[in-house]
């Protein structure tokens, strides 16, 4: 087992270029493929989950596709390769093989596609034949992960009729639908929201465009944690290639750390245009943090570990798709906090509380990452507190931010390998 001592400067200023947003590159990627363009969008990202897309499309589609740890290139592949010429096969790690993917198979078959369960009923492998599909009215449940969803909006510009997308039950992650939307958008189709919880898409097809990929707002977000964590009054981040006003649903993590400590200032007012962002101290921060993830789940590590640092208690909810994520979120949150010292409980399988409960601490066990880059991304931040941390299986940083570690040496810490 690889495992790094991390140790923090005591001075913070660096100069950070952040890595292409991985969810816009797998959704430009996908939207890319179907509308047939030959340029690839610019400033894509180079992470494991938009690197097994770009693998796929490198070797023409092979008749079996690996998409390793790719949760999110497993459903948008789903969606893509059953309207596309072709019989394949779609598998993944063993963890993979244990994520379920039934809903969006069931939706998918709704409208005709032909698609079979390779071992286990409601779990990839997924063996997968391509064919033109008629689309119309589909109904899915709301309350699921939102890349079904974005999986099967980005396929509806291809089908004869379009598609009718019915949501029911509580609607979560929705700026991430919206920002499939926004893509789907700017290569030429005529997708919205017709009503609270209805989407329309067009039989319009996509239109090959040249596209450049703004940097990563969940990149940010550790960031953010690193600063608001530092003991240094003076201390400063500089982020490149953010956009103000960005669709990307991580965006909101400028507004919550806010309320931590953090100021963001743009270096100008204009929206939509990738620039560098600068992270200072505003020297407030408030007594409890109470928030609702529903609609940036991915965040909820960053400031779990972020509270605990800062001695700060907190209550998130709306976190039920944590539990189907590369890991159970929770319940890795939960043990890993423990090591630090610190006891947190969870409720309904939703939410995540501290009031302040302590217990002794197991520095030298080091943090499990649980094959989940977020599990190291969201602890590394806590050296700042605790010299020498220890992160076990540091690699998995590679799915969504593979130079994470060389970024935070370059930023002054002591990174030992061992």
Same mark, same amino acid.
């Given at each position: @087992? ?6 923090? &400067? ?40 938009? #690197? ?10 092979? &008749?079996?596709?690996?998409?390793? =740890? %790719? ?35 069931? %939706?998918?078959? @709704? ?14 492998? $997924?063996?997968?034949?391509? /064919?033109?599909?008629?689309? +119309? ?5 709301? !309350? ?9 909006? @980005?396929?509806?510009?291809? @089908? #004869?009729?379009?598609?009718? $997308? ?6 979560? !992650? ?11 958008? #700017? ?15 067009? =039989? ?20 953010? #944690?690193?600063?608001? $964590?530092?003991?240094? &009054? ?34 100008? /007012? ?17 007594? /409890? ?7 940036? &789940? ?21 976190? !039920? ?28 399988? !939703?939410?995540? $509380? ?11 066990? +080091? ?12 602890? %590394? ?17 590679? /799915? ?11 930023? +002054? ?6």
């Amino acid at each position: @087992m690889t495992r790094y001592r991390l140790t923090a &400067p005591g001075r913070l200023d660096t100069t950070i270029e952040l890595p292409a947003s991985k969810s816009i590159s797998n959704r430009a990627l996908v939207i890319h493929m179907l509308s047939g363009g030959a340029t690839l969008p610019q400033n894509i990202s180079d992470c494991d989950d938009t #690197e097994v897309i770009v693998e796929a499309m490198r070797q023409n589609l092979p &008749p079996e596709i690996n998409i390793k =740890a %790719a949760g999110t290139a497993m459903r948008f592949m789903t969606a893509y390769l059953s309207l596309t010429t072709g019989t394949h096969v779609l598998t993944g790690t063993e963890r993979m093989k244990h994520r379920p993917i039934g809903t969006l198979v069931d %939706a998918l078959r @709704m409208l005709d596609a032909d698609i079979e369960y390779v071992d286990e009923q409601g779990f990839p492998p $997924l063996r997968i034949t391509g /064919k033109a599909l008629q689309g +119309g009215d589909l109904e899915m449940s709301g !309350s699921i992960s939102s890349q079904y969803i974005s999986a099967m909006l @980005m396929i509806g510009p291809m @089908m #004869e009729r379009g598609l009718t $997308l019915h949501l029911t039950g509580d609607i979560i !992650s929705r700026p991430y639908i919206d920002l499939t939307l926004w893509m789907m958008n #700017e290569y030429g189709a005529h997708a919205e929201w017709t009503s609270a919880d209805t989407i329309t898409v067009e =039989a319009k097809p996509y239109q090959p465009r040249d596209y450049f990929i703004e940097n990563d707002w969940s990149a940010a977000s550790y960031w953010y #944690e690193l600063l608001a $964590l530092s003991e240094d &009054p003076e201390a400063i981040v500089r982020l490149t290639g953010l956009t103000d006003g960005s669709k990307q649903g991580d965006s909101v993590t400028r507004y919550i750390f806010s309320l931590l400590g953090v100021k963001t200032v743009f270096q100008t /007012k204009k929206q939509g245009v990738p620039q560098t962002v600068t992270l200072k101290r505003n020297g407030r921060c408030v007594p /409890k943090l109470e928030y609702d993830f529903v609609n940036s &789940p991915d965040l909820a590590q960053t400031f779990v570990v972020t509270c605990l640092a800062k001695n700060i208690p907190f209550h998130f909810k709306g976190l !039920s798709t944590l539990k189907i994520k590369e890991t159970d979120r929770i319940e890795a949150l939960k043990r890993e906090a423990r090591k630090l010292g610190f006891v947190v409980e969870s409720r309904n399988d !939703s939410e995540l $509380l501290w009031e302040g409960l302590r217990c002794e601490p197991d520095y030298e066990a +080091g943090i499990d990452t649980y094959e989940d880059h977020r599990m190291a991304l969201a602890f %590394a931040p806590f050296a700042l507190k605790q010299p020498g941390l220890i992160i076990n299986n540091p690699q998995v940083v590679s /799915k969504s931010y593979p130079k994470f570690w060389e970024d935070l040496e370059a930023a +002054g810490f002591e990174v030992i390998k061992n």
